[in-house]
């Protein structure tokens, strides 16, 4: 099935020929992998991993790839926090080096790495950009991804083979912000968010390591027809790979009291289901194209 992608102006754009009724396209959404970290779930990504690229899924990484925490000038670096191969002294270069190695046989499915606030800490106190590093070693191995700041709007596309019946979603992601709550789990967010994102049918976000979806119903206005409509803006927490919980220890996360947290990803599927016919008096987008974009988080584990 034929897939594309580029930058678009300061967006991501992708477009999948979905031909048939039926026909679909898979994603892979990342955030907050933390790869570096001893506590990352080494065999947790690499099995989600390996699944999309049965599924020629195309990934996307939503910020904190990477923890480096580990460098000079970082008052968060510990010796527990850091694996044994990178315990060098060229310690960034050990990070991407082995992180190039360990992604590419999952080059050509990545699309789209963005920026974390882990990444940006170095980028400021160490003046060089890990994810760009990164993304530069992923290209040797026949990869193209799309390298993203902090935030991106993404406008993913379908078309048939003749590039008629075309239908545009727009998402926007964003590393995330906040401690996120211990009660709310950063749900709270949404309705700040649906305020200043109303063309975004869906907002992707992680950095607070939770798991939820919330969608949010609106009321919409045809400007041709006078007519109301309804539509729904879909928010989606990422979860992380890095599970800190261990009460038997005195780390950080523990001595704060922080509970453990869901581990995995999540999948976005797009699916051509055909037309809708509607009367003229109706709203309708994308030619009547109906496209289902259904949201799915990955297994975790708490073995």
């Known amino acids: 099935m034929s897939f594309t992608h580029e930058k678009h102006g300061k967006a991501l754009r992708t477009k999948s020929v979905l031909n048939n009724v039926g026909d679909s396209q898979d994603f892979l959404l990342l955030f907050d992998v933390h790869w570096d970290n001893p506590k990352s779930d080494h065999d947790l990504l690499t099995r989600h991993l390996e699944e999309a690229k049965e599924r020629d899924a195309k990934i996307l990484f939503g910020g904190d790839l990477f923890c480096v925490m580990q460098g000079r000038y970082d008052p968060r670096r510990s010796r527990s926090g850091i694996r044994p191969e990178h315990d060098t002294t060229h310690y960034l270069d050990a990070v991407i080096d082995t992180a190039v190695e360990f992604f590419a046989p999952y080059a050509e499915q990545i699309i789209f790495i963005g920026h974390g606030n882990h990444e940006a800490s170095v980028s400021k106190n160490n003046e ?115 599970q800190e919980y261990a009460p038997d220890t005195t780390q950080f996360h523990d001595i704060l009291g922080r509970p453990p947290k869901p581990l995995g990803g999540a999948w976005l599927t797009q699916t051509y289901m055909g037309r809708k016919k509607t009367k003229a008096t109706q709203h309708q987008k994308n030619g009547g194209v109906v496209i289902k974009n259904e949201i799915r988080f990955t297994d975790g584990s708490y073995g």
């Not at 993404?154 to 912000?177: D, E, P, V, Y």
């Not at 967010?189 to 119903?217: C, M, S």
Request: proline residues 3%.
């Open 128 to 242: 060089t950009s890990v994810i760009d590093r990164f993304a530069e070693g992923i290209r040797q191995y026949g990869g193209s991804p799309v390298v993203g700041g902090i935030g991106c709007w993404w406008l993913f596309g379908t078309c048939n083979k003749n590039g008629t019946r075309k239908h545009m979603t727009t998402a926007f992601f964003h590393h995330g912000s906040g401690g996120g709550g211990p009660v709310t789990k950063g749900v709270i967010q949404t309705n700040r968010r649906a305020v200043y994102l109303p063309d975004a049918e869906f907002v992707f976000t992680g950095h607070i390591h939770e798991k939820w979806q919330v969608t949010t119903v609106r009321d919409r206005i045809n400007t041709n027809t006078g007519e109301f409509y309804l539509d729904e803006q879909v928010h989606v927490c990422v979860p992380t790979y890095k």
